[in-house]
């Protein structure tokens, strides 16, 4: 018998159910266990901290946006039915919570970013590279050592716009996928290719600059 479009639906969101790796704990969680809420706490708090530290001014208003988060997510876990993964709903808690305290801190938030992510002159009139970027990313191993690629990466993360920087942090540091970056930001799928297009190619010209520079 053929699968209708809500069956596929429902099944989709049992496998997503399934593979979710903190699915367990979530289940334990609810049962109040708190062994299970200090491993969640443990396995996000590094991407949550870095996310909430996009929109605000200190580590420590990071820090509170990031317990705030927590709390919120408590208070909302009876309403969790897992329709996403408990990552991405997790992490939209956080960004809400951490652009409000953005904005009481009274820092301004970029909306649209028309600035060009490469410089146009680096293309010829047919649209092709007239100065083609370095490989830095594939071998980097043989150029570079880690320690060395890491300075300009950081440096060229904080010179993203704001939502530039999220998308490639949680695409490219936090391994998110595509769906879940969208549930997480609350964003479409085109946006989110359009801010993951442009940010990687801004902190790719940043560091091929740098490594230049060198």
């Known amino acids: 018998m053929p699968v209708t479009g809500s069956g596929r639906r429902t099944l989709w969101r049992r496998a997503a159910v399934t593979a979710?790796?903190?699915?367990?704990?979530?289940?334990?969680?609810?049962?109040?266990?708190?062994?299970?809420?200090?491993?969640?706490?443990?396995?996000?708090?590094?991407?949550?901290?870095?996310?909430?530290?996009?929109?605000?001014?200190?580590?420590?208003?990071a820090e509170e946006v990031v317990q705030d988060a927590w709390l919120a997510a408590l208070r909302a876990l009876p309403d969790f039915r897992g329709e996403a993964s408990f990552r991405t709903w997790l992490l939209a808690?956080?960004?809400?919570?951490?652009?409000?305290?953005?904005?009481?801190?009274?820092?301004?938030?970029?909306?649209?970013?028309?600035?060009?992510?490469?410089?146009?002159?680096?293309?010829?009139?047919?649209g092709a590279w007239s100065t083609p970027p370095a490989r830095w990313d594939e071998d980097a191993e043989s150029r570079l050592d880690a320690a060395a690629l890491a300075g300009p990466l950081r440096r060229g993360l904080t010179r993203l716009p704001d939502?530039?920087?999220?998308?490639?942090?949680?695409?490219?540091v936090d391994g998110l996928s595509a769906q879940e970056v969208c549930g997480a930001l609350a964003i479409s799928v085109a946006n989110q290719r359009v801010l993951l297009h442009r940010g990687r190619s801004r902190l790719r010209t940043f560091v091929e600059a740098e490594l230049r520079a060198q």
């Open 20 to 61: 979710d790796p903190d699915s367990d704990l979530v289940v334990r969680l609810r049962a109040g266990d708190e062994d299970a809420f200090m491993r969640l706490v443990s396995r996000h708090h590094d991407t949550m901290t870095r996310i909430a530290r996009i929109h605000v001014p200190s580590d420590a208003v």
């Open 93 to 126: 808690i956080l960004v809400k919570r951490a652009q409000t305290a953005g904005v009481r801190e009274h820092r301004s938030v970029a909306v649209e970013d028309v600035e060009r992510a490469v410089d146009p002159r680096r293309f010829d009139a047919a």
């Open 163 to 172: 939502r530039q920087r999220e998308v490639v942090m949680l695409r490219d």
